[in-house]
């Protein structure tokens, strides 16, 4: 018995929402669609939230909804996983997270901790860097140093501002209730610059030489780095290389050979220019500086 052929078409950003002045699928003229939905059977799939793997009312992105098809099941994601673990302890005796907090602690008592501090939940979320940075102050490391990449893609293009001053509050709750640790963001940069990954390496440069030289404008605190960005017209992806100083941050040196850093995003592919250009001695992007020696103690 011989079988038509079958086609999986995915269009990504195409779904079912209520008219409106922002729903470009039901203002766009499109026939086809039309007449396959008058003449054919048909279903709606939710595609955010625990029908996908992710948590209640999280929205979905083009990698969950290609898994969970390709799948045919619900596949949880990385967010969900880590926040389950959060939530029952076991994030804390992840065998690598520990030798990392470990090494920083017993090394140069130095832990950098480098992520898309953003609610989005694509690539990262802001909650797990917080809880790297608590991991790290209870193993006795003496400075968390938070490198924030500002999102404005998976959440408002303005959203930084906010989400950065919250940040800085649960980092001085950190502070507060861990004696002997300070955790600070220190400095702060545009996903655009920072998580490039079509070989545009001058990009990648510009967060090099902010997280490893310390090289950007100055300001006293990451939300007011995202603050006048936005009043210079600079939407957060964009934002350019900010160097965190006075009370807001930490002074000293960036990112130092031995150091440990730990990259907090859980989705790789916006990460793999920047981790080897930090983090590996075979490195040839671009040119970091004669005698650089990379910061290999990298999560």
């Known amino acids: 018995m011989s079988h038509p052929p079958v086609a999986l078409v995915i269009l990504d950003g195409w779904g079912l929402a209520p008219p409106g002045p922002g729903n470009a699928v039901d203002l766009a003229d499109t026939p086809v669609f039309d007449e396959l939905y008058a003449n054919n059977p048909h279903a709606t799939l939710v ?58 602690a017993g090394g140069s008592g130095v832990l950098h901790v480098v992520g898309l501090a953003s609610f989005g939940g694509v690539h990262s979320h802001l909650a797990h860097i917080v809880e790297l940075a608590r991991m790290g102050a209870r193993a006795g490391v003496r400075e968390v140093r938070v490198h924030a990449i500002t999102d404005g893609r998976d959440v408002a293009p303005d959203a930084s501002q906010h989400d950065l001053l919250w940040l800085e509050g649960k980092l001085m709750d950190v502070e507060a209730t861990t004696e002997g640790c300070r955790a600070k963001v220190v400095s702060v940069i545009g996903r655009y610059w920072a998580m490039d990954r079509d070989h545009r390496w001058d990009r990648t440069e510009r967060a090099f ?56 995003n859980f989705r790789p592919d916006r990460m793999r220019q920047l981790v080897p250009a930090i983090s590996s001695s075979e490195f040839t992007g671009f040119d970091r500086g004669l005698g650089y020696r990379p910061a290999i103690r990298a999560v």
């Open 47 to 104: 595609a955010s939230g625990p029908d996908v793997g992710l948590p209640e009312g999280q929205i979905g992105n083009s990698e969950v909804g290609h898994l969970n098809l390709g799948a045919g099941r619900v596949v949880y994601q990385d967010l969900t996983r880590i926040d389950r673990a959060i939530s029952d302890g076991t994030f804390d005796r992840q065998p690598v997270l520990v030798e990392a907090v470990r090494n920083a």
């Open 209 to 264: 030489e902010l997280f490893v030289n310390r090289i950007g404008r100055s300001a006293p605190s990451a939300h007011d780095a995202a603050r006048l960005a936005r009043e210079d017209g600079i939407t957060d992806e964009f934002i350019e290389p900010f160097v965190i100083a006075g009370d807001g941050g930490l002074t000293g040196d960036g990112i130092q050979p031995g150091d440990v850093v730990i990259y907090a």
